[in-house]
């Protein structure tokens, strides 16, 4: 899927993939640290999944929290997955001291 935006909706606490009209096609339901953003869920619709929304999704949610001088917390499996596949984004990380990975 071409033409798709990420923005960052701070009012409900959640980055937003819209498609070329504006339609919000996916989410990223995230919580503010103190110097980090806590990813806990994404959600894709049913009509935009297996075409890339999910990936445009999480690559442009990282690159706002990379902008933005924080780290992430991957709590959601699929921004995890995401990061795993994507070492680019691996320095974003935070590692919690006695978490497992």
Do not use: K, W
């Amino acid at each position: 899927m071409g033409d798709l935006t990420v923005t960052d909706n701070h009012a409900e606490g959640q980055f937003e993939v819209r498609d070329a009209d504006g339609g919000v096609l996916g989410f990223a339901v995230y919580v503010l640290d103190v110097d980090a953003v806590v990813v806990t869920h994404v959600e894709v619709v049913e009509a935009a999944e297996g075409r890339g929304v999910g990936s445009a999704l999480a690559r442009g949610a990282l690159d706002q929290v990379r902008a933005s001088g924080r780290v992430v917390v991957p709590l959601c499996p699929f921004i995890r997955a995401y990061i795993e596949r994507h070492p680019e984004y691996q320095d974003l990380v935070r590692h919690t001291p006695g978490a497992t990975d």
